[in-house]
């Protein structure tokens, strides 16, 4: 089956610094890939989509100058959080969709942030 | 806009009894539902979508227009079922955008 990973899986910074998380598909060309948000015990929330060439469109209520998105290729998506806080603290997740016919989404592992 | 609904967030059976996972959802259009399972420390994957119309791992879930619902049962739960489940829509205008209900935790006891 289709694989996507994440790079990296675990990553303490302080805060005030950049992290970037990377996400890519091994085996399939993701023309769109989707960046999730989850907190413990809780459901994962949609940040925002990427599409390969173009500008993310972000949910309401993601700030789109903190968390920097780039689908430089169909094979890799980035997600940079800038100046990160604690409260950024979380585990991030990304999917990458399988077409427009088969819509199921194939998931990384997922990145835990952690901000000191 | 769309909505998906799991109204349990945890459900303990024991081994061996039957299982129902309720998932509501609310959408204008066609939608495409589906479930997701989170083994503990892995990744979450799809378990099943309603076109497919599978039974995997004794699961089924049958989408009921009617009622807006699209709940996962298995009749005989076992003890590797104990997992996070997300019931999940994909409207058909949304390109693959995934709307996740809440999550219920299964536990299946011994």
Known sequence: GAVVSQHPSWVICKSGTSVKIECRSLDFQATTMFWYRQFPKQSLMLMATSNEGSKATYEQGVEKDKFLINHASLTLSTLTVTSAHPEDSSFYICSAGAGEINREQFFGPGTRLTVL | ?110
Not at chain 2, 70 to 79: D, G, I, S, T, V
């Open chain 2, 1 to 110: 806009a769309q909505r998906v609904t799991q109204p349990e967030k945890l459900l303990s059976v024991f081994k061996g009894a039957p299982v129902e996972l309720k998932c509501n959802y609310s959408y204008s259009g066609s939608p495409e539902l589906f479930w997701y399972v989170q083994y503990s420390r892995q990744r979450l994957q799809l378990l099943l979508r309603h076109i497919s119309r599978e039974s995997i791992k004794g699961f089924t879930a049958d989408l009921n227009k009617g009622e807006t619902s699209f709940h996962l049962k298995k009749p005989f739960a076992q003890e590797e079922d104990s997992a996070m489940y997300y019931c999940a829509l994909s409207g058909r205008n949304a390109g693959n955008m995934l709307t996740f209900g809440g999550g219920t935790r299964l536990m299946v006891k011994p």
